[in-house]
């Protein structure tokens, strides 16, 4: 006779696959983060150096130029974020060719989640780890493009 719950059965053949695949993941979660943070430095370096002197007077050119340049520069760490998580994929063997690896990268990131290249089995989840990471991050550059949009309209007001 079994004892067991349904609960308690589906535990036992978890594996905890998804905890080996959280612990890979932190490595390319961190360096995420750490390009991210440059990123946003930077940002905030050409805001300061651009950025405030046309806040006053009649440089709404300027200011959409600042914005311009700071959606750049957003973009590019977002790329090359991208690049970390697929040179991952691809250094650690889980796609091989690294035109693919860019390619399931930008989807996990984007949080599209194309199915067309998966990884394997014991594997599978762990683009969602990238996916969380990028939707943190797209997070992270949206409140930091929100601040400086508003600091530089609001001379307008």
């Not at 050409?46 to 002197?53: A, D």
């Not at 300027?62 to 973009?75: G, K």
């Not at 697929?86 to 250094?91: D, E, G, P, Q």
């Not at 060719?97 to 996990?108: D, V």
């Amino acid at each position: 006779m079994n004892t067991l719950s349904l609960a308690e059965h589906a535990l036992l053949e978890l594996d905890f696959k998804y905890g080996r695949q959280i612990l890979a993941a932190l490595l390319p979660m961190c360096l995420t983060v750490t390009w991210h943070s440059l990123g946003i430095n930077v940002v905030h370096t050409v805001y300061k150096r651009f950025g405030r002197p046309v806040m006053h007077g009649p440089h709404r050119a300027a200011r959409t130029a600042v914005v311009i340049a700071v959606v750049t520069i957003l973009l590019l760490t977002h790329f090359g974020e991208v690049v970390i998580w697929a040179a991952f994929y691809h250094l650690i063997g889980l796609v091989h060719n690294l035109g693919l690896a860019m390619y399931f990268s930008i989807n996990a990131y984007t949080t599209m989640g194309d199915g067309n290249i998966l990884l394997a089995d014991e594997w599978r989840g762990f683009g969602n780890f990238e996916s969380m990471t990028g939707f943190l991050m797209f997070g992270w550059s949206t409140a930091v493009l929100a601040d400086i949009v508003q600091r530089l309209h609001s001379v307008e007001d």
